[in-house]
C-alpha cells in the first residue's frame, strides 16, 4: 500500500525558511507525480507545486520565487523548501502522489507549520 | 486561475437523505474535476476524479455529475460515516485550484 508521511519542524520563526520531508512507502517517486498542499486556518487549500517521476518541477506562481521541490530517490523522499516565511504561512503541509495528473490519491497525515517569532 | 465556487459553504442532513454539493468554475474545465472528503483530523480522501469516475474503494452512494463549468458531488443516503468536510478541486489547469469546501453535518 501507499503510504506518505510528512516529518519537519512544527515552528518556524518569520524570514527562516520552511523546509519538510515526505517520506513514501509501497511506491517509487520515480513514478507518478508527487505534490505539496497546503490547508490554511479557515479551510483555503493551495496547491503548491509537484515533483514528478523524471525530477521536472511545477510551481504555484504565487509562490515561484521562494519555493523549491526536490528529492532523493535512494532514500524515496522528496522534500520542500519555502524561504522567506511569514505568518501567513501558517498552514497545515500536506504531501500527496499526484496520480497521472487526474487527482491527488495518496496523501499524508499532513504536518502542522506555525510560523511566529 | 480558475477559481472554484464552491456551495453551500455547510449543510445538514438526516441520516438517509440525499445531498447535494456544488462547484463552479470560472471557466470551463472539461471535466477535470475531483472531490475529496476530510474528516476531522484526518488527510483528505480522494472519492470522484475525472468528474464523475468513483475512486476504488468509495462507497456507491458517492456520485459525481457535471459538464463545462458546473459540477456536483452527491451523496445518495446519508450515513453517520458521510459527516466531514468536502472540496472539489480542477486539473484542468494549473495551478491546480480548490473550492472552498463544504461542512456537512449530520441534522
Known amino acids: 500500500e501507499v503510504q506518505l508521511q510528512e516529518s519537519g519542524p512544527g515552528l518556524v520563526k518569520p524570514s527562516q525558511s520552511l523546509s519538510l520531508t515526505c517520506s513514501v512507502t509501497?511506491?517509487?517517486?520515480?513514478?507518478?507525480?508527487w505534490g505539496w498542499i497546503r490547508k490554511f486556518p479557515g479551510n483555503k487549500m493551495e496547491w503548491m507545486g509537484y515533483?514528478?517521476?523524471?525530477?521536472?518541477?511545477s510551481y504555484n506562481p504565487s509562490l515561484k520565487s521562494r519555493i523549491s521541490i526536490t528529492r532523493d530517490t535512494s532514500k524515496n523522499q522528496f522534500f520542500l523548501q519555502l524561504n522567506s516565511v511569514t505568518t501567513e504561512d501558517t498552514a497545515t503541509y500536506y504531501c500527496?502522489?499526484?496520480?497521472?495528473?487526474?487527482?491527488?490519491?495518496?496523501w499524508g497525515q499532513g504536518v502542522m507549520v506555525t510560523v511566529s517569532s | 486561475d480558475i477559481q472554484m465556487t464552491q456551495s453551500p459553504a455547510s449543510l445538514s442532513a438526516s441520516l438517509g437523505e440525499t445531498v447535494s454539493i456544488e462547484c463552479l468554475a470560472s471557466?470551463?474545465?472539461?471535466?477535470?474535476l475531483a472531490w475529496y472528503q476530510q474528516k476531522s483530523g484526518k488527510s483528505p480522501q480522494l472519492l470522484i476524479y475525472a468528474a464523475s469516475r468513483l475512486q476504488d474503494g468509495v462507497p456507491s452512494r458517492f456520485s459525481g455529475s457535471g459538464s463545462g463549468t458546473r459540477y456536483s458531488l452527491k451523496i445518495s443516503g446519508m450515513q453517520p460515516e458521510d459527516e466531514a468536510d468536502y472540496f472539489c478541486?480542477?486539473?484542468?489547469?494549473?495551478?491546480?485550484?480548490f473550492g472552498s469546501g463544504t461542512k456537512l453535518e449530520i441534522k
Open positions: 478541486q480542477q486539473s484542468y489547469k494549473y495551478p491546480l485550484t
Open positions: 471557466e470551463g474545465i472539461s471535466n477535470d
Open positions: 500527496a502522489r499526484w496520480r497521472n495528473t487526474y487527482a491527488f490519491d495518496y
Open positions: 509501497g511506491y517509487s517517486i520515480t513514478s507518478n507525480y
Open positions: 515533483i514528478s517521476y523524471s525530477g521536472s518541477t
